[in-house]
């Protein structure tokens, strides 16, 4: 990918993370990557695209830290339980990512509206729940582990949703602070 095309990518994923992506201009887009019409033209045919670029953009780095860097990753099930946790705070408390978790974001706006958005959304949280499977199911024998890592995402998910709404990490803290208590403590 060309150094311009990701310029455009981020600059675009950092307004549509903050405003969502209905708020988000083309010419806001524009205006933060620095770049006329013609050269956003040249690098996508519409705003949907590079959308969903966007989206792809999110799903790897996800994919690079997340999945592999830690869930799949070689450690014990009680390190990677704490390394996601620890990421799952990382990347959503600094003041800038208050704006939410990008993916819960577009999918509560975006999934009801276009089929592709919803299903590559839905790829990444699906994903995410299976390699936590596997985790819980090493870490407390549980019986049910599918349904233990769909309510691990759903309680991170729903603390970085409240964390957005009272602008307060502290929420983030709290619910990850739950689930160290549920899952790592003997």
């Given at each position: 990918?060309?150094?311009k ?8 994923a ?5 405003k ?10 524009m205006?933060a ?9 040249h ?15 999110y ?8 999945i592999e860097?830690?869930?799949?990753s ?9 390394a996601m ?6 990347f959503?408390?600094?003041?800038a ?5 990008p ?15 919803r ?6 949280f ?7 499977t ?14 233990k890592?769909?309510m691990?995402v759903?309680q ?5 949703l409240?964390?957005?709404n009272?602008?307060d ?15 790592l403590s003997?």
């Amino acid at each position: 990918m060309s150094n311009k095309k990701q310029q455009i990518i981020l600059a675009a994923a950092a307004l549509i993370h903050g405003k969502g992506y209905e708020a988000t201009k083309l010419s806001d887009i524009m205006g933060a990557a620095d770049i006329g019409k013609g050269q956003f033209y040249h690098y996508f045919t519409s705003k949907r695209e590079l959308g969903l670029s966007i989206v792809d953009y999110y799903a790897q780095m996800w994919q690079d830290e997340l999945i592999e860097g830690i869930l799949k990753s070689r450690r014990s099930p009680e390190e990677k339980m704490e390394a996601m946790l620890q990421w799952a705070v990382q990347f959503h408390e600094t003041p800038a990512k208050l704006h939410g978790c990008p993916f819960g974001n577009l999918a509560l706006e975006m999934s009801e509206h276009d089929e592709e958005f919803r299903l590559k959304i839905n790829r990444i949280f699906s994903d995410w729940i299976k390699e936590l499977t596997y985790v819980i199911e090493r870490l407390k024998g549980e019986k049910h582990a599918k349904r233990k890592a769909r309510m691990v995402v759903a309680q991170i998910e729903g603390a970085i949703l409240l964390m957005k709404n009272h602008q307060d990490s502290e929420v983030l803290l709290d619910i990850i602070e739950g689930i160290r208590m549920e899952y790592l403590s003997s």
